[in-house]
């Protein structure tokens, strides 16, 4: 049997504040594993650390996603370079599409993203998320797209993400996964379950070989002033200490 990775704790080397940080941003990424939205140790998770250095935690590399705790998040800063030389390396691909949007973006405090079977099926499809279900409402209100490239490495692709994606904080990558950001890792959350439930309807239903009843275009049109009414902006911050309890009966060690 495998043992546990040692990771010596670092929740007195860092402030109050981080250390929260880290145990939220470690549960979302127990969270994406719990629902099966990992793949394997690829997609990330990234949250702004509050203050001038513009300092980022994002996954160590290698380490499933099960597995993440509050200690071994690496910080980085914006050219995702490790402030603590003895942390986890990370994977550059990773952070290429979380810096760019973070940099012109001071409201997304977290930007997440996946692979998920569902996710990517949506993103190959031309039309891409329908407005089918009452979930796919509240992305569409606020949905933005950008077309595959090929591996997020290069450093022109930024401006081109950065500009697909604007004031949005729901994006579909072509071909590739789902993206959301928020003002906080529950709000990015809530945001990628809600996209993630709303693809899975997607895919379930064209399946079916039935003609699709789609939502009145009026309804999409004013989606988003029912959408705050409904959530509360996103609402990330009712849903989330459930979610804590429940990773806490199931999963207690994101807390490490």
């Known amino acids: 049997?495998?043992?546990?990775?040692?990771?010596?704790?670092?929740?007195?080397?860092?402030?109050?504040?981080?250390?929260?940080?880290?145990?939220?941003?470690?549960?979302a990424y127990r969270l994406i594993a719990l629902y099966g939205w990992d793949d394997l140790i690829f997609t990330h998770i990234s949250a702004r650390i509050p203050g001038d250095d513009h300092h980022f935690l994002i996954n160590p590399y290698g380490m499933m996603f099960e597995e993440i705790t509050a200690s071994s998040l690496v910080r980085i800063?914006?050219?995702?370079?490790?402030?603590?030389?003895?942390?986890?390396?990370?994977?550059?691909?990773?952070?290429?599409?979380?810096?760019?949007?973070?940099?012109?973006?001071?409201?997304?405090?977290?930007?997440?993203?996946?692979?998920?079977?569902?996710?990517?099926?949506v993103s190959a499809q031309k039309d891409g998320l329908l407005p089918l279900s009452q979930q796919s409402l509240f992305p569409l209100s606020n949905l933005a797209y950008h077309d595959y490239e090929g591996v997020a490495l290069r450093e022109d692709e930024k401006a081109r993400l950065q500009k697909d994606l604007g004031s949005n904080n729901f994006m579909i990558l072509r071909n590739h996964g789902l993206?959301?950001?928020?003002?906080?890792?529950?709000?990015?959350f809530l945001g990628m379950y809600i996209l993630q439930r709303a693809c899975e309807v997607q895919i379930q239903a064209l399946s079916g070989n039935r003609e699709?009843?789609?939502?009145?275009?009026?309804?999409?049109?004013?989606?988003?002033?029912?959408?705050?009414?409904?959530?509360?902006?996103?609402?990330?911050?009712?849903a989330w200490p459930g979610l804590l309890r429940k990773l806490d009966r199931v999963d207690p060690g994101f807390r490490d």
Not at 216 to 235: F, K, L, S
Request: hydrophobic residues 40%; contains cysteine.
């Open 1 to 27: 049997m495998s043992e546990r990775i040692a990771i010596p704790s670092k929740r007195d080397e860092v402030s109050a504040e981080e250390w929260q940080l880290r145990v939220d941003l470690a549960a």
């Open 77 to 121: 800063d914006q050219e995702g370079n490790k402030i603590n030389p003895d942390d986890f390396d990370i994977n550059p691909a990773g952070f290429t599409i979380h810096s760019a949007i973070h940099a012109v973006r001071e409201d997304a405090a977290c930007v997440m993203h996946t692979h998920t079977t569902a996710g990517v099926a």
């Open 179 to 188: 993206l959301t950001t928020g003002g906080s890792i529950a709000d990015a």
């Open 212 to 238: 699709m009843t789609p939502i009145p275009g009026g309804i999409v049109d004013t989606i988003r002033q029912q959408a705050e009414q409904v959530t509360r902006g996103m609402g990330g911050k009712l």
